[in-house]
């Protein structure tokens, strides 16, 4: 068993693109769930729609710049069109429609009569190319050894890590402000905040734009690396990976969704390489094959959240002591 | 019964006495059931008004009704001269009319300075755009803040100030919805049962700090069923029954009126007087 191999991928993994679409999206879930207390379960809606909003305007001859800002606005268009309704009812109502939605957001754009915009279940690709011809790196491989990347991964890499610096400093900023005592008081007790003259559906409205809008930056950056997406990749579960790596790294705290990001990718690709060299090396005899490892690998996951919850609910940059506390 | 008509010759109710919450008609009805059907209902500035009743009388609903917490089904009501009938809870607060609950909600995960500085009212901070540049509320928030460890002194929970609200006592909780309603300046504040569940040493602290708030220029209306504080704090009590005001008057007057006897206190009560 090589596990300096298994080791190497998931350092790879946790550093690499999809850590860093996924620390961005579970920035917004934090922001959403982790300070204001919202339910949002569709937040894979919001990286879809992201996601497509870019790829179907580029797509349409728009530029890049003017293709993502396209997939930023319909985040907010989503998020207000699920918030607008769902807002001043009780909290379960938006954890209903948002998971909903995102479901029907999935197999909307693959519906044949949008063959046109969507490309329906071929999806949309070569929007990226645009993105990749301004790579400043000559082509090569970047790293020591094994644990490289070449120019391509590099690039995206690099910009997705400041758009996620830039997220992570810019909730710092509004979570030691006033405004995050406001969402934090909106999380503990609406009514408390509503008598106190506090416009608790605006606020809730703003949470889920803010936190709508890093989502769909985190589809942004995955459909760009990719260069290619469809509606197949966007399922409900990303929405439950987001709230395992927010849960793994600490709920409200302000680096817990980046570093439980990189740990959630480490783990998921190290324990999928070596799990694989057990299957290869016949550890398992028949009893799993090579295709049972994805779903193993969802099981170590589960386990991981279960473990968690138990031992450890504050994540680990989370504050136990404010996981403690009785709400009541 | 028209409260206004009988409220006795206190201060407030002198004729240079101003009516700071006027509602008339006020009615609600659960199912067939009418749970608040007030005709009239005046609170004059600078007055505490005791507001009793037997369980189920309305007296929460009415306050949910007048804060904007639900709906009525009818009625208006106006707070100094601005009419307040169907506008939401948060645009009722910032009118200066603020209101606690019986069951204190405090915001549990923030510690007891943090309650008390949310509650101040026109923060710069709170608006996205400016929470992102900290000169832009740093200043204001500082102010707050002072306003805010002065009004916890005056509570006495100023040495709970970095504790987590939800680590608070019952009673504690009380007293640190008090504090908060007080950051927001309100003009009237509407107390909702604030000794029950508090132990009688804190119980006399918050009627002091009750009584206090009249020396600050507030006018208080609040929910009671303890008739001893009631006789001890308030100018004025008032009465509901099924709904409906049935009395009106001094707590002199209210304790002795056959309809309050019948419907509240009992007999034996009024026998006592």
Known sequence: ?328 | MSTSASAPRTAATDATATVLLEARGVRRSFGGLAAVDVDEFTVFEHEIVALIGPNGAGKTTFFNLLTGFERADEGEWSFAGTRLTGKSAYRIARAGMVRTFQIPKALARMSVLDNMKLAATHQSGERVGIALVRPLWHGQDREVEARALDLLDWIGLADKRDDYAGTLSGGQRKLIELGRALMTEPRLIMLDEPTAGVNPALTEQLLDRIRGLRDRGLTVLFVEHDMDVVSSISDRVVCMAQGAVIASGTPREVVTDDAVIDAYLGRQHGEQQ
């Not at chain 1, 350092?11 to 934090?30: H, K, Q, S, T």
């Not at chain 1, 830039?166 to 909730?171: E, N």
């Not at chain 1, 690396?225 to 966007?234: G, I, L, P, R």
């Open chain 1, 1 to 328: 068993m090589n596990f300096g191999q298994a080791f190497v991928d998931g350092i790879r993994a946790g550093l690499g693109v999809p850590a860093a679409a996924y620390a961005l999206g579970a920035i917004g879930l934090n922001v959403q769930y982790g300070y204001t207390g919202l339910l949002n379960f569709g937040q894979v809606g919001f990286l879809l729609i992201g996601a497509y909003g870019t790829a179907v305007s580029a797509d349409a001859g728009a530029s890049l710049l003017v293709a993502v800002l396209v997939g930023i606005l319909a985040s907010i268009g989503l998020a207000l069109l699920l918030g607008i309704p769902t807002l001043r009812l009780r909290a379960d109502y938006l954890a209903i429609v948002t998971i909903a939605a995102s479901e029907i957001l999935r197999v909307g754009v693959s519906a044949r009569q949008l063959e046109g915009l969507t490309g329906g279940a071929f999806g949309i690709s070569g929007f990226g190319d645009e993105f990749f011809d301004l790579n400043p790196f000559s082509i090569g491989r970047y790293g020591i050894g094994e644990l490289s990347f070449d120019e391509r991964t590099l690039w995206i890499a690099s910009v997705a890590w400041v758009l996620v610096a830039l997220a992570t400093v810019g909730v710092w900023l509004l979570t030691r402000s006033p405004y995050g005592r406001l969402l934090k008081s909106i999380r503990e007790d609406e009514d408390a905040a509503r008598s106190l003259g506090k416009n608790a559906f605006s606020v809730k409205l703003q949470s889920l734009m803010i936190g709508g809008v890093l989502g769909g930056l985190g589809g942004i950056v995955i459909a760009v690396d990719a260069s290619f997406t469809n509606a197949d990749y966007w399922r409900s579960q990303i929405t439950f990976f987001l709230y395992v790596v927010l849960i793994l790294g600490g709920v409200a705290s302000v680096l817990g969704p980046v570093l439980g990001s990189m740990i959630f990718w480490f783990v998921f690709q190290a324990s999928d390489s070596i799990l694989r060299q057990a299957v290869d090396n016949g550890a398992f005899g028949d009893v799993f094959t090579t295709t049972d490892v994805g779903p193993i690998r969802l099981g170590v996951v589960g386990l991981t959240l279960m473990l968690l919850s138990i031992f450890r609910p504050q994540g680990i940059l989370g504050n136990r002591a404010e996981a403690l506390v009785d709400e009541h």
